[in-house]
């Protein structure tokens, strides 16, 4: 945000959103006793911080936190925040953990794409259809409550649904991802995958396998135009579903891919389109919902 003057403003009044600038790894660093299982001090020290700021500010009480957000992709971020209800309730959430079983509210809330790597060091794109052998890919743990059903019906079933629990030593993941047609992006202990966004950069048609995940930017980007959504219980049927898309059909899902790449990057300064304005704008058609009354 420092380096987005334009977008930033130090005068309060002008401000339609205020930043909540906590970072919930930290606070896991630093306040969370490891191994002890309590996770209560992170609440307590979330409850404590908007104690100050509601105390020591007239900005939170004149919207009860509603012209608030806060950003977290630690898996342990909707939990810090029901430190305060109403921060819980009524501010904006833009977090990776968009479970909709677990109070995210996509009306009030932003899911927030999960990332392993900078955006910026990552070389995008990838081979066309014809470059591609494979018609589906995955590798990866065996945890939370998707993967195990996935593992169960593809691991080394089918040469053309590769899905590994561990790659073959040598193989590189970004190698098998670009000779595949489609990428599998099953929610691991957390709803959000960053396997969504590798598969972006690569130029692979996602295919998310998830419940109750609010995708990112689902107000402005239609999805079902460059990935497929397959339902948990659909996971038997995958290789049918994949194949009823025809070679042109998925030409054209490949190249919105690539046209929706620009709005999953990250630059440093944030250029128009990229995520940094997305998740702006994610914010602020949340904050259109919220009337702010003037203080007599
Ligand atoms: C905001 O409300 C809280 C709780 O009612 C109160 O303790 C605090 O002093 C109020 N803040 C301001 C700036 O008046
Ligand atoms: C989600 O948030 C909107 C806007 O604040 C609110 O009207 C709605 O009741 C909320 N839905 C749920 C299920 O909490
Ligand atoms: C989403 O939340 C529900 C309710 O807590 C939970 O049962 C489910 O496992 C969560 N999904 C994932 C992928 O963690």
């Not at 606070?27 to 609440?43: E, F, G, N, S």
């Not at 397959?230 to 070679?247: A, C, F, G, R, Y």
């Not at 042109?248 to 046209?259: D, L, S």
Request: charged residues 20%.
């Amino acid at each position: 945000m420092d380096m987005e003057s334009r977008l930033r403003t130090r005068d309060p009044d002008r401000a339609h959103v205020f930043f909540l600038p906590f970072s919930v790894v930290r606070m896991v660093q630093y306040i969370y006793p490891r191994d002890h299982h309590d996770m209560k001090p992170l609440r307590k020290t979330v409850l404590d911080y908007i104690n100050l700021i509601s105390g020591r500010y007239p900005y939170w009480n004149r919207s009860l936190g509603a012209d608030h957000f806060m950003l977290s992709c630690h898996d342990w971020g909707p939990y810090a925040s029901g430190g305060h209800h109403h921060l819980f309730f009524n501010s904006i959430r833009v977090l990776c953990n968009a479970n909709t079983s677990e109070w995210f509210n996509a009306s009030r809330d932003v899911s927030l794409p999960e990332m392993n790597v900078r955006s910026n060091v990552i070389k995008v794109g990838g081979p066309s259809a014809s470059g591609r052998p494979m018609l589906a890919f995955f590798a990866g743990g065996n945890h939370g409550p998707v993967r195990p059903v996935l593992l169960k019906h593809w691991k080394d079933k089918d040469s053309d649904v590769q899905v590994h629990e561990y790659l073959p030593k040598g193989v590189s993941y970004v190698e098998l991802m670009k000779k595949s047609k489609f990428c599998l992006c099953p929610s691991g202990y957390e709803v959000a995958s960053p396997r969504i966004m590798e598969a972006i950069y690569y130029d692979c048609v996602p295919v998310t396998i998830n419940a109750n995940y609010v995708l990112p930017f689902s107000d402005v980007l239609n999805w079902k135009a460059f990935s497929v959504q397959v339902s948990v219980e659909d996971i038997p049927n995958l290789k049918n579903i994949l194949m009823s898309i025809s070679p042109r059909q998925y030409i054209r899902m490949q190249r919105r891919v690539k046209t929706v790449q620009r709005h999953f990057m990250m630059n440093g300064p944030p250029q128009r389109f990229d995520l940094y304005h997305m998740l702006l704008h994610s914010i602020w058609l949340r904050r259109l919902n919220v009337r702010i009354h003037p203080q007599d």
